[in-house]
Structure formats: C-alpha cells, structure tokens
Antibody
C-alpha cells in the first residue's frame, strides 16, 4: 500500500527538541521531493520545509529557519524533521507529504506536537 | 512571499448545489496552483493540480480553472461527502503558501 506514516510527536516544554519521522512505503521514495506541512489547532495549512529527492537542496519557512532541519534517508525510505528551540507557536499537527508537479499528492495522517510549559 | 487569498471563508449550501471557491495570488503563479480537500481528523486530499488537472480518483464534479493570479474551484452538484474545508496552494516559488481555507457547510 502506498502510504506515509508520521511518528515522533509528543508534548514538550518551550526550548525543547523533537525529531519527527515519516516512513514511506509502496513507492520509490528516493525519486520524490518531500515536504513537511503543519496545522495549528483550528487553523489552516502552513508549509514548513522541503527536501529534494537526493537531499541536494532544502528550503524552510522563515518561522522555522535556523531551528528546524529536514533530512531524509533514502535507503530507509524515511523523512525526518529535527525540531530544536521549540516555541508555543510550533504546536500543531505535522504532516509529511509527497510532491508531484508542485502539488502534494500523498499525505500522512499527521503527528501532534504540543509545546507547553 | 506569494500570498494566496481565498474567498469566501465559508459557504452554506445544499446537496445538489453548485459551489464556487476563488483563490487570488499576490503575483502570477503560471500553472502552479493546486486544490485540496480536508475533513476533520483526516489528512488533506489533493483534488486538482496545475490549475485544472483532476487527480486520479477524484469525481468529475470537481473542476478548476483560471490563469495568472485568479483561480476557481467549482463543485457541480454538491454531494454529502463534499462538506469539508478546501484550500488552494501555490507552487510557483518557495515558501509554498496556502489560502486560508473555505469551509463548505450544510445549509
């Protein structure tokens, strides 16, 4: 089955760190650009970061630049998001998504990150 | 950054109605416009990409149109399963940006 499954979400204090994972299956992970998108409670979708299929390029939203790092392990078909210096405003469901023609055609079900003291 | 302005933010409609949602980009985005459907507790679902290309498996009652900076998503003959929130998204440049969403509610 073609799917993405996120994990690693948790409740942490401000200033803490988390590492999210996204396990891909059912398709050739190494040929796709991958993205992280988040959604705060009751809010809309916000793009977080992208990584090229061979990890040669990345991009970040200004709100996470310098704090979050996207990476991938094509041998393990897994996408990662290392999140440091977490803030209350980073509280959200984090989705990983596969990109095709600029659109995100396959999404995981998301993992919840809660940042609270 | 390219801003995506969606309207209306919500719409009440009945089964069988035609619903049109608009999305305006702050600058030209060529063909890099997609539409998504989101239901509570579920992952967003791609409906349309490159302005008007229907994603595989999406019913033909969904259609997209537009050019330059102005785009529309039309649902012709609203079905019960279509009550959801819809988002547009541009991929002309990073950061990718989404519209604020349109909630389609039952009248």
């Amino acid at each position: 089955e073609v799917q993405l499954v996120e994990s690693g979400g948790d409740s942490v204090q401000p200033g803490g760190s988390l590492r999210l994972s996204c396990a891909a299956s059912g398709f050739t992970f190494s040929t796709y650009w991958m993205h992280w998108v988040r959604q705060a409670p009751g809010e809309g979708l916000v793009w977080v970061s992208y990584v090229h299929s061979d990890a040669s390029a990345t991009s970040y939203a200004d709100s996470v630049k310098g704090r979050f790092t996207i990476s991938r392990d094509n041998a393990k078909s897994t996408l990662y998001l290392q999140m440091n210096s977490l803030r209350v405003e980073d509280t959200a469901v984090y989705y990983c998504a596969r990109a095709v023609s600029g659109s995100l055609d396959l999404w995981g079900r998301g993992t919840l990150v809660t940042v609270s003291s | 950054d390219i801003q995506m302005t969606q309207s209306p933010s919500s719409v009440s409609a009945s089964v069988g109605d035609r619903v049109t949602i608009t999305c305006r980009a702050s600058q030209g985005i060529s063909r890099w416009l997609a539409w998504y459907q989101e239901k509570p507790g579920k992952a967003p679902k791609l409906l349309i990409y490159e302005i008007s290309t229907l994603q595989s498996g999406v019913p033909s009652r969904f259609s997209g149109s537009g050019s330059g900076t102005d785009f529309t998503l039309t649902i012709s003959g609203l079905q019960p399963e279509d009550f959801a929130t819809y988002y547009c998204q541009q991929a002309q440049s990073f950061p990718l940006t989404f519209g604020g969403g349109t909630k389609v509610e039952i009248k």
